[in-house]
């Protein structure tokens, strides 16, 4: 636990902002940036990286998605950011750029601290693949970056730029199939699904179906678009994608194609690799400027640095009136067919942003877990003294610490769910470095009606649907 702390705040510490060699020439004329990890509070909860000016703003949002990796070994070998190059290049651009960390699988998933996710990267049977589905559970999520980061003061809302790259393009493609009112456009590289079955290079899984599934999504989708490929792209060649185009196109949907000379070894890969930001960016520029807001420059200079990046101790603060929305039981059903269910409740304050949350999770591979998303600030060694009513109070520790919001899980002993079930009140101590602390009340009379009856909300990963 305490390395998975150290490295959080490893990550928030050490990330420098200079500027890549190919942005030399400009790095005069960039606004100052600051690169950070944060904790978002979704149903299904994510990390981020998230990389913004200096400033009050407020700037237009980017929303980056990475690939996708379908095997659980493998995506613990996937860095933290990806294609951070290219998010400087936006973020140097005056846009506060996010990327959701391991799309595929909630990177919160982690059976041994209680950080159950939920998997909604597998397509199935190449013999009759879900091509759709997983795109659309990418959209949704994207649907909830939007909608949480449009509370921050620092961002313009409903300036919002979408980009992806190979499965998070998919993904990016079928939420521009939902027309988002608040999406200016959408950048994809090298997007598609089913790229290099068996490890081989241009063995789509299914490439009739995926023609037919861009068509589908073709047929609503009326968002600008600009889809960007390399020759060399072993995942979706030209051929392929050039079909892509053609139904999507035809369907009604509205994109730019352009095909790159080979890059690299893979061209699939261009947008990780920073040498190739003078390549694409003309592109990109060319396209942002006719379709998408642009940050004023004056928001930027002379701004001085944010309250957080000031050298004293942190120190929690809470707001004067929380509301606390009811008990409520959120399951997901996974792509792996597996099933988590959440009974949670949601601390919120006036403007409607997060203050803090109690999770109650439950799979059938693993023991209950309570999970506890509570302000920055807190001093990570002691955790959160979780009390029910006048009882014993219980110790829960941290697993991470980010820069917007600390999350603290364990295992449920059958003593303590039996407590939440039949209490009245859940109070959550917090305490920070200027010894100082802080609490949290939240009410438990629906608690046990919630978690034992039908869930509220189901999130079907697995299904073709909108």
Not at 74 to 96: H, K, L, M, S
Not at 313 to 338: A, H, M, N
Request: net charge neutral.
């Amino acid at each position: 636990m305490l390395k998975r702390l150290l490295i959080a705040w490893t990550l928030l510490a050490c990330l420098p902002t200079s500027p890549s060699p190919a942005e030399a020439e400009d790095a005069a004329a960039s606004p100052r940036i600051q690169e950070e990890i944060w904790g978002l509070p979704f149903p299904l909860p994510l990390l981020a990286f998230v990389v913004r000016p200096v400033g009050d703003g407020p700037f237009p949002l980017v929303i980056m998605n990475h690939g996708i990796s379908l095997g659980a070994q493998e995506r613990t070998f996937f860095p933290t950011i990806e294609f951070r190059a290219a998010a400087q290049w936006f973020a140097n651009r005056g846009y506060v750029v996010v990327s959701p960390v391991r799309y595929g699988a909630s990177s919160l998933d982690d059976k041994d601290q209680g950080l159950y996710g939920s998997v909604f990267a597998h397509v199935g049977s190449c013999d009759n693949p879900n091509f759709r589905g997983p795109g659309l559970a990418i959209a949704t999520l994207n649907e909830w970056v939007i909608d949480y980061m449009s509370k921050r003061k620092f961002v313009q809302p409903g300036k919002v730029v979408v980009v992806g790259q190979s499965g998070g393009g998919w993904g990016s493609i079928a939420l521009a199939s939902r027309n988002p009112s608040s999406v200016q456009a959408v950048v994809t590289f090298a997007a598609g699904r089913g790229g290099r079955v068996d490890g081989k290079p241009n063995n789509n899984c299914a490439p009739d179906k995926l023609v037919a599934a861009t068509g589908e999504f073709g047929r609503t989708a009326r968002v600008p678009m600009l889809w960007i490929y390399a020759e060399n792209d072993t995942y979706f060649g030209p051929a392929l994608t050039r079909r892509m185009h053609d139904a999507f196109a035809a369907a009604g949907g509205n994109a730019e194609y352009r095909m790159l000379p080979p890059f690299g070894g893979d061209g699939h890969f261009m947008i990780d690799s920073p040498d190739a930001v003078p390549i694409w960016s003309p592109l990109v520029s060319q396209f942002l400027e006719k379709h998408a807001a642009t940050s004023n420059a004056q928001q930027i200079v002379g701004s001085s640095p944010p309250e957080d990046l000031q050298a004293k101790p942190p120190r929690v603060r809470l707001p004067e009136k929380i509301q606390y929305s009811g008990w409520r039981k959120l399951c997901f059903e996974s792509s792996d067919k597996t099933t988590t269910c959440r009974t949670t409740s949601t601390g919120t304050d006036e403007t409607g942003e997060v203050v803090t949350r109690v999770d109650l999770i439950q799979r059938a591979d693993g023991p209950a877990r309570l999970q506890l998303f509570v302000p920055q600030g807190v001093d990570l060694q002691r955790g959160v003294k979780v009390t029910i009513d006048r009882g014993k109070p219980s110790q829960i520790p941290f697993n991470w610490c980010l820069a917007n919001i600390c999350i603290a899980a364990s295992a449920v002993k059958p003593d303590l769910l039996a407590r939440l079930e039949s209490g009245k009140t859940l109070k959550l101590d917090l305490a920070d470095l200027n010894a100082s602390s802080a609490s949290l009340t939240l009410p438990l009379d629906q608690f046990a009606a919630a978690r034992k009856g039908a869930a509220a909300q189901t999130f079907d990963f697995g299904q073709d649907a909108e």
